[in-house]
Structures are given as C-alpha cells and as structure tokens.
C-alpha cells in the first residue's frame, strides 16, 4: 500500500474490501482512455467480480475507445458516489474480447438500451484487471455539514473519512 498522506484507520486489507463493495455498489463509471495525445472518458456500466479480479464492460464492436485500448491498455476507472461523498479511482490492464459465453452471463435488460439481445454479434467484451485503486470514503452530507461547521468554529481541521492507495 502506497502511504502518501492517506488517511485512514482501515487495514490495507479493509481498503479493498471498501473498494471492491463500492465499485460493485455504485455501477456506472467513468472510464478513461488514452490515445497517445490525450486522454477521453465515457460513462459505463460495471460488471464488478472481485472473485475473478475483474471489471466487465459490454461495448459495442466498433466504438473509438477499442482502438485506444489496443494500442494503450492501460485505463482508469472514476466511480462517484456524490450523494453519500463515496468515490474510487481504479487503474488496470484493459483488454477486449468476444467471449460469448461471458457476454450471455452478464448481459441484463438494461443492456437492451443499446442491443437487441445478448446476441448482438456487434457486443464485445472489455475486461479490466485492476492494479490499484484510491478511496475517498466520506461520511454523509450531514455529517460533513457539522464538521465543516465545528472546523469553522474551532479552527481545526476536519476530517472527512477515510482516504487510502492499495494495490489489487
């Protein structure tokens, strides 16, 4: 685990184990692309199986990020939770693929929005393995509203959960 100014009372055992129930829990994320030049983020949908050390997408055969992980597979991953101030970025090896199998075991009638049916020959399958990943798990808005408001009186500082690096 990395230790630059984290902060935290977790085991870098119990981070992951944040980590992993957030990504899982929050869904859609927002994943980053490199072209060589720049960088290009678009929302999708997580399939997270930490059993299988994996982060699953369905993409369509023909989108501009496949290209870009071909040739740089190295992604990032920004899960926000903004509502309940719970947030991970994750980093990883992308790489894509046309196992049907996988692609019927995951598919699910939101996917319907863009696919007529797991059998879509344009579905492909986007497969991540994270290498690590940070966590900014804050307390609720009301909890963070009083500390600011206690830090404004006081002088001191306020702390606002638990922020901490891991490898996975």
Not at 7 to 13: F, I, Q, R, V
Not at 49 to 58: I, K, N, Q, S, T
Not at 130 to 149: C, H, I, R
């Amino acid at each position: 685990m990395a230790n630059d100014q984290q902060h935290t009372d977790k085991t870098p055992d119990e981070v992951e184990d944040r980590i992993w129930e957030l990504m899982k829990k929050i869904d859609f994320c927002m994943f980053t692309t490199w072209n060589g030049t720049e960088q290009r983020s678009r929302p999708l949908s997580a399939r997270v199986f930490r059993d299988e050390h994996a982060v699953y997408f369905l993409v369509d055969a023909n989108g501009h990020k496949n290209i870009e992980i071909e040739q740089y597979p190295q992604v990032s991953c920004a899960f926000a939770d903004n509502s309940g101030h719970k947030y991970v970025a994750m980093n990883g090896l992308a790489s894509l693929s046309n196992d049907r199998a996988k692609i019927k075991d995951l598919w699910s009638d939101m996917d319907k929005a863009w696919w007529d049916s797991e059998n879509d020959p344009d579905i492909r399958l986007l497969t991540v393995r994270p290498d690590g990943a940070e966590l900014w798990d804050s307390p609720n808005q009301l909890v963070a509203t009083a500390k600011m408001l206690t830090a404004a009186v006081t002088g001191a500082k306020p702390s606002f959960g638990d922020n901490a690096k891991v490898d996975l």
